[in-house]
């Protein structure tokens, strides 16, 4: 899935347009929820080196929330890393190269989407 595949998926799936909070970085896209603001996906441009990767052209890259129970095992795919500039302990950063299939990113996305979500309180019984 390339970025605008990606950026297309989640504005069907998940209902939510791209925000573009920095003027130094105008292409990054943050795709958060509407009712607690909280971001479930990051899409961006980072030098391949940053991510230890040769060259330093830049790379589109997404971040998601993952359940960190997973991130050991994820890591150890081709095109994911550690997340670039979030928590390494609770984010992923996946290459939007074609080397995750469109299943896994889909997938990704979903967990982000409900990690962040608001969370509904049960109603207590006595």
Request: glycine content about 8%; overall charge neutral; charged content about 25%.
């Amino acid at each position: 899935m390339n970025r605008g595949e990606l950026e297309s998926f989640i504005v069907e799936n998940f209902g939510v347009d791209a925000d573009y909070p920095w003027a130094r970085y105008p292409t990054h896209a943050v795709f958060r929820h509407g009712d607690n603001r909280k971001w479930f996906a990051l899409i961006m441009d980072v030098p391949r080196n940053r991510l230890g990767l040769q060259g330093a052209e830049p790379l589109a890259v997404l971040n998601v929330k993952c359940d960190p129970f997973l991130i050991g095992s994820l890591r150890e795919e081709p095109g994911c890393f550690p997340a670039y500039h979030m928590s390494k302990d609770t984010w992923i950063t996946v290459a939007l190269d074609g080397s995750v299939a469109d299943g896994m990113i889909a997938m990704l996305l979903d967990m982000s989407y409900q990690l962040t979500a608001s969370k509904t309180r049960g109603s207590r019984t006595k």
